[in-house]
């Protein structure tokens, strides 16, 4: 079992910034690929990006690319998400998720407006 718990969220102009966090506790997460999804009001969740914790490689959905990062902290065993100049569209609650085993954090609302 693993237990995923985001933070970070918040209101933020466009073209800021932010950076969600979400703390991982349970199973080592060694052979796990991390994931951040993202669901606006009235759209299905979408994939953001993902990490293979053991090796670190990054995927990233277009809509992101160039302004997200992916990022872990081994040690801590915490999961990162930079957000970089930020759009309205950008506007949803995020969550971290290991989705292969069905594990999902609580999801952290991410606003994008001026």
């Known amino acids: 079992q693993v237990q995923l718990v985001e933070s970070g969220g918040g209101l933020v102009q466009p073209g800021g910034s932010l950076r969600l966090s979400c703390a991982t506790s349970?199973?080592?997460?060694?052979?796990?690929?991390l994931y951040w999804f993202r669901q606006a009001p009235g759209k299905e969740r979408e994939f953001v990006g993902s990490?293979?914790?053991?090796?670190?490689?990054?995927d990233y959905a277009d809509s992101v690319k160039g302004r997200f990062t992916i990022s872990r902290d081994n040690a801590e065993n915490v999961l990162y998400l930079q957000m970089d100049s930020l759009k309205p569209e950008d506007t949803a609650v995020y969550y971290c998720?290991?989705?292969?085993?069905?594990?999902w954090g609580q999801g952290t609302q991410v606003t994008v407006s001026s």
């Open positions: 998720a290991v989705p292969a085993y069905g594990y």
């Open positions: 349970g199973r080592r997460l060694t052979t796990y690929i």
């Open positions: 990490i293979a914790w053991g090796g670190g490689g990054t």
